[in-house]
């Protein structure tokens, strides 16, 4: 299916993104049969990426060395061993997609961008890079699980999410 859904998109001369949902890869361990079965992914679009809604396994991300790389910093901040395996990936080329609006709960724009901006300063610091270059590595998503709300929680999350985007640019 997914072969025949891209095959359709480059005759139209259009590329994808193919992101894996992997919602409990913390179970998982580093196991080499886990990144073998995402190898093959690295040659069906322009990128690859995992979107991960449990508590990152930095060590199997890393090996992974996915493209990008989607994380719900509302859940699971980051901590001194993130950051660092953040840094790390993002110097190999990973672009981070930081779910950074809950989406359980409300809570004030600035706080989105708060953490937004946590995230990026603590990659920016740690590689070395401007900050152009984090936030030029750097996705704003909603956090995990807007699949499974209403329309009108979904409107609300989006409308969070571009507010905290624009609060970013002042």
Do not use: K, Y
């Amino acid at each position: 299916q997914t072969q025949t859904q891209i095959a359709a998109l480059r005759e139209r001369r259009l590329d994808c993104l193919l992101i894996v949902d992997e919602p409990a890869l913390n179970i998982a361990g580093v196991e080499s049969t886990v990144i073998e079965a995402w190898e093959p992914l690295r040659t069906f679009g322009a990128a690859w990426g995992l979107h991960v809604c449990c508590q990152p396994p930095w060590a199997l991300l890393e090996a992974a060395r996915p493209d990008i790389l989607n994380i719900d910093l509302v859940a699971f901040p980051l901590d001194r061993a993130a950051s660092d395996a953040v840094t790390r990936m993002v110097r190999a080329g990973t672009t981070m997609a930081w779910g950074i609006t809950p989406v359980h709960r409300d809570e004030e724009t600035s706080v989105a961008v708060s953490r937004l901006m946590n995230a990026v300063s603590s990659v920016r610091a740690s590689a070395g890079v401007g900050i152009a270059a984090a936030e030029a590595r750097a996705l704003p998503t909603a956090s995990c699980g807007t699949g499974a709300q209403a329309i009108s929680r979904e409107s609300h999350i989006a409308r969070v999410l571009r507010d905290a985007l624009v609060g970013m640019d002042r």
